[in-house]
């Protein structure tokens, strides 16, 4: 029997320099010029932001309900 070790819990998702270089050239291909990434971080999950939420209130205000007899 085999004993398996757990890797350790991150506390943040690593940006790897791989995942930098698709983000660059993603941008570059959209801007049409090159860039250079200075800074990149993930943003944590607190809770659905307010562009979300107006997103989903407009969403579900189109769902209009006939009432016909």
């Known amino acids: ?3 398996t070790i757990p890797e350790p819990i991150q506390s ?3 940006i790897t320099e791989e995942l930098l270089v698709i983000m660059s050239s993603a941008i ?6 090159n ?3 200075r800074r990149a971080r993930f943003i944590s999950n607190q809770g659905p ?3 979300s ?4 209130v407009s969403i ?3 769902h209009t309900f006939s009432t016909t007899k």
């Open 1 to 3: 029997m085999e004993a």
């Open 12 to 14: 943040e998702p690593e």
């Open 28 to 33: 570059a291909a959209y801007l049409g010029k």
């Open 35 to 37: 860039v250079r990434i």
């Open 49 to 51: 932001s307010s562009w």
């Open 53 to 56: 939420q107006q997103g989903r």
């Open 60 to 62: 579900q205000s189109s």
